[in-house]
Nanobody
Framework: QVQLVESGGGLVQAGGSLRLSCAAS????????MGWFRQAPGKERELVAV???????NYADSVKGRFTISRDNAKNIVYLQMNSLKPEDTAVYYC?????????WGQGTQVTVSS
């Protein structure tokens, strides 16, 4: 089992920055992919960014150039640095880990960007 705990969400003005963290615990070896998804009210959950040791990083078009995903393998933490935030980035952000064929999710952290 893998447990994921997100932190770093909050309220920020448009143009500001936040850094989200996701700490993995439990059976963390062989976690192949970690990533961030988000879900805004009334919308489906969508991919924001993923990072993998085999394929590198991938970003949603809407965040390219503004968000950066990184991973500290020694600490089993994945980060999402979010710059130039926009009101449309407002959502609950979820961390996801893929270990072998199983998906694990965190509880989510709220990000609110005011205009």
């Amino acid at each position: 089992q893998v447990q994921l705990v997100e932190s770093g969400g909050g309220l920020v003005q448009a143009g500001g920055s936040l850094r989200l963290s996701c700490a993995a615990s439990g059976i963390t070896f062989n976690i192949n992919v970690m990533g961030w998804f988000r879900q805004a009210p009334g919308k489906e959950r969508e991919l924001v960014a993923v990072i993998s040791s085999t394929v590198g990083t991938n970003y949603a078009d809407s965040v390219k150039g503004r968000f950066t995903i990184s991973r500290d393998n020694a600490k089993n933490i994945v980060y999402l640095q979010m710059n130039s935030l926009k009101p449309e980035d407002t959502a609950v952000y979820y961390c996801k880990a893929v270990r072998r064929i199983r998906n694990y999710w965190g509880q989510g952290t709220q990000v609110t960007v005011s205009s």
